[in-house]
T-cell receptor, first 116, second 119 residues
Framework: GAVVSQHPSWVICKSGTSVKIECRSLDFQATTMFWYRQFPKQSLMLMATSNEGSKATYEQGVEKDKFLINHASLTLSTLTVTSAHPEDSSFYIC????????????FGPGTRLTVT | AQTVTQSQPEMSVQEAETVTLSCTYD???????LFWYKQPPSRQMILVIR??????QNATENRFSVNFQKAAKSFSLKISDSQLGDAAMYFCAYRIGLYSGGGADGLTFGKGTHLIIQP
């Protein structure tokens, strides 16, 4: 099946620092990946669409300069939270679109970010 | 913009019984997909079932089936013979068709229903 990994699964960082989260499609090439954010006991909110070799498309209300997305290869997209603050603490989940399976989206296991 | 509404924050069912989770959505598109995802405590999103809007036949996956009412924009999930392992958060989600959306086909989720299975 289609496998998507995320690294790290859990990260703690200090306020003001930056942290990078990786999303990898392990057994397929994904021209498009998506980043979602999930607050505790809430739903998933789409943050941005990441396209290989081009700029990401951000949803309304998502700060582009705070959440930097890079999709440099067909198997890797990264989300960098810059100058992190405690309110950025959340669960970040990526998904990748698999062209072999009618462009179905497959989710990574998520990354829990805690900013102290 | 599309919206997805789940009006049941929590549902409880006895093991081996049947339960139905409700979902309504709003869209002006004709080409779209609807999904039910399960999120257990591990928080890994698991696809339960999907429905293409152009298909009139309701999707079925083993004990899981949907009642897709396109005109009413309703998409409910029925779980038959509920098992303890079914306990999780269930999210209804919408996605525009790949070509209709021009690649902007990220998922829109409802707020979720917490399903409790009583042994």
């Amino acid at each position: 099946g289609a496998v998507v990994s995320q690294h790290p699964s859990w990260v703690i960082c200090k306020s003001g620092t930056s942290v990078k989260i990786e999303c990898r499609s392990l057994d397929f090439q994904a021209t498009t990946m998506f980043w979602y954010r999930q607050f505790p006991k809430q739903s998933l909110m789409l943050m941005a669409t990441s396209n290989e070799g081009s700029k990401a498309t951000y949803e309304q209300g998502v700060e582009k300069d705070k959440f930097l997305i890079n999709h440099a290869s067909l198997t890797l997209s990264t989300l960098t939270v810059t100058s992190a603050h405690p309110e950025d603490s959340s669960f970040y989940i990526c998904s990748a679109r698999d062209p072999r399976r009618s462009y179905e989206q497959y989710f990574g296991p998520g990354t829990r970010l805690t900013v102290t | 913009a599309q919206t997805v509404t789940q009006s049941q924050p929590e549902m409880s069912v006895q093991e081996a019984e049947t339960v139905t989770l409700s979902c309504t959505y709003d869209t002006s598109e004709s080409d779209y997909y609807l999904f039910w995802y399960k999120q257990p405590p591990s928080r890994q999103m698991i696809l339960v079932i999907r429905q293409e809007a152009y298909k009139q036949q309701n999707a079925t996956e083993n004990r899981f089936s949907v009642n897709f009412q396109k005109a009413a924009k309703s998409f409910s999930l029925k779980i038959s013979d509920s098992q303890l392992g079914d306990a999780a958060m269930y999210f209804c989600a919408y996605r525009i068709g790949l070509y209709s959306g021009g690649g902007a086909d990220g998922l829109t989720f409802g707020k979720g229903t917490h399903l409790i299975i009583q042994p």
